[in-house]
């Protein structure tokens, strides 16, 4: 078993190839593209190339004699810097399947290259639900979350409970714009209004004009459309401002339970969001919890992560079955027509438009009082079953959807 890493790029190669099977270049290439260095490098980065290698281990690619090869890279959240990546791991590297990919402006790129060059593309960390919509496209699989399903659990629940007006804090980039406006649609739909809205740079540092924006609206939900490193320091400043003593709420549309260990339960209590995994949830999620910490400087596995090793696994399993990594396309209409299971997202399926289709779970973050041991962060509020948890979708606008 060999392991390169350098400061860019990280490699993983394990087994060697099956007999007959049709790999390119006799090998399945699997590249784990994401921020590694910046705000999202907690949720995904290097943890997420963990999660890809131990599907490959769990998957028994050496037992069935297949040849897979792990590569990492950070986009740097740059459009630019993505698309070379990828463009060069096709190209030159002959990688089959790009994996992960959060920032949405970067994974929107993604799909139309690995569309061009007929390769894989398996969304955990990027949230935009236009990837499944008018961006669909018969080579992607969006596996863990979209700003869709983040809108319609945090926002029904928050209207619900008595949170019916808002007002936007919004990272200015194609992901923030998404979960703004998913989330609007569901808070109207439910019978809320929306007050006004706030677009920040992204990445940002200094949210104060932003939130005091907020305050003087007077809505009773402030909803932060943004995610990281940003949504942690917007509620760290919200709670030095003291804006939540005036009665007002935030909504976090998209918190990691990494942020959750940012901020601290002290500061993060009473959060109310909407997560596809939770390490804690049953005994399978805490055994691999368990496995994966030590690799990961101790951290629990974010659902982006929990996502990669979900759709790495599933991906080995369509390639095994058809023998093959060479047409991307028949690769994921494998995928699409095997039903999903694995110890950490159960059973599930992937629907024609590339949604990958599970339950979501509405949780709240408890008082630092109630938490028992370390990372003992949510308690359960609400299940989402899987037939509610997505968009519809005759509603998505999917060009691969008829009727």
Request: a neutral charge; one cysteine or more.
């Amino acid at each position: 078993m060999k392991v390169l890493i350098s400061v860019t790029s990280i490699a993983f190669v394990v087994g060697c190839t099956m007999a007959h099977a049709q790999y390119t270049e006799g090998t399945i290439k699997i590249g784990v593209m994401n921020d590694m260095s910046g705000l999202y490098s907690d949720i995904s980065g290097r943890g997420s190339v963990v999660a890809a290698r131990m599907a490959v281990e769990d998957f028994g690619a050496v037992a069935k004699g297949m040849k897979v090869e792990i590569v990492g890279a950070d986009h740097q959240n740059k459009p630019d810097v993505g698309s070379n990546i990828v463009r060069s791991w096709i190209d030159l590297d002959k990688v089959d399947v790009i994996v992960d990919v959060p920032t949405s402006s970067i994974a929107l790129a993604v799909n139309e290259i690995v569309r061009e060059k007929n390769k894989v593309f398996l969304v955990s960390g990027a949230a935009a639900s236009d990837l499944t919509g008018p961006k669909c496209s018969p080579n992607t699989v969006h596996w863990t979350y979209d700003t869709w399903a983040t809108a319609n659990g945090t926002g029904k629940a928050m209207v619900k409970t008595g949170g019916d007006t808002w007002f936007f804090v919004t990272a200015d980039y194609a992901f923030g714009h998404a979960l703004e406006r998913d989330t609007a649609a569901i808070v109207e739909a439910n019978g809320g209004k929306v007050l006004g809205r706030v677009r920040h740079p992204f990445p940002g540092t200094d949210f104060s004009s932003f939130l005091l924006q907020a305050q003087a609206s007077k809505a009773k939900v402030i909803g932060l459309a943004n995610a990281g490193g940003d949504t942690v320091n917007s509620i760290k400043q919200a709670a030095e401002f003291g804006l939540t003593q005036g009665g007002q709420n935030l909504a976090g549309l998209l918190v990691f339970i990494n942020d959750v260990h940012a901020l601290g339960l002290k500061t993060a209590q009473g959060l109310v969001l909407t997560e596809a995994f939770y390490w804690d949830r049953n005994e399978d999620s805490r055994a691999f919890a368990k496995r994966f910490a030590p690799q990961a400087r101790s951290n629990m596995p974010s659902m982006v992560q929990a996502g990669v090793y979900s759709a790495v696994t599933h991906y080995l399993k369509a390639v095994e079955a058809l023998k093959s990594d060479a047409d991307g396309k028949a690769v994921v209409a494998k995928m699409k027509a095997m039903q999903t299971n694995d110890p950490l997202f159960g059973t599930g399926t992937i629907r024609v438009d590339g949604r990958k289709v599970h339950d979501m779970f509405l949780y709240e973050v408890k008082k630092p009082e109630e938490s028992k041991a370390p990372w003992d962060y949510y308690k359960l509020r609400a299940t989402i079953p899987a037939t509610q948890a997505f968009r519809p979708l005759n509603e998505g606008f999917c060009p691969m959807v008829s009727g």
